[in-house]
């Protein structure tokens, strides 16, 4: 690992410390996850390529059911009650 200094607001400073006794690890540990989220967010692509993937999707599958848009809340009622 590299050591690396930065300098925070006092906010996110007490919100790091918050996070990291809630979850029994360092500040540091934190920040590294959070960069990675970070990462990760970035190299899946920004909003425009999520959208044009979703658009791409949109009606390629099939249900089967003829109603679907119009009764979708009695299905999931229907599936959740099991």
């Known amino acids: 690992m590299v050591r690396t200094q930065i300098q925070l607001p006092e906010k996110q400073v007490a919100f790091l410390k918050k996070m990291a006794v809630a979850q029994h690890v ?41 109603d679907l848009a119009v009764s979708h809340d009695s299905y999931l009622t229907e599936i959740f009650s099991k």
Not at 28 to 42: P, T
Not at 45 to 50: A, C, F, I, W
């Open 26 to 66: 360092s500040m540091a540990e934190i920040i590294r996850q959070s960069v990675d989220f970070f990462a990760k967010a970035k190299k899946e692509g920004d909003d425009e390529q999520r959208r044009k993937r979703a658009m791409a999707a949109a009606g390629r599958f099939r249900s089967g059911v003829n």
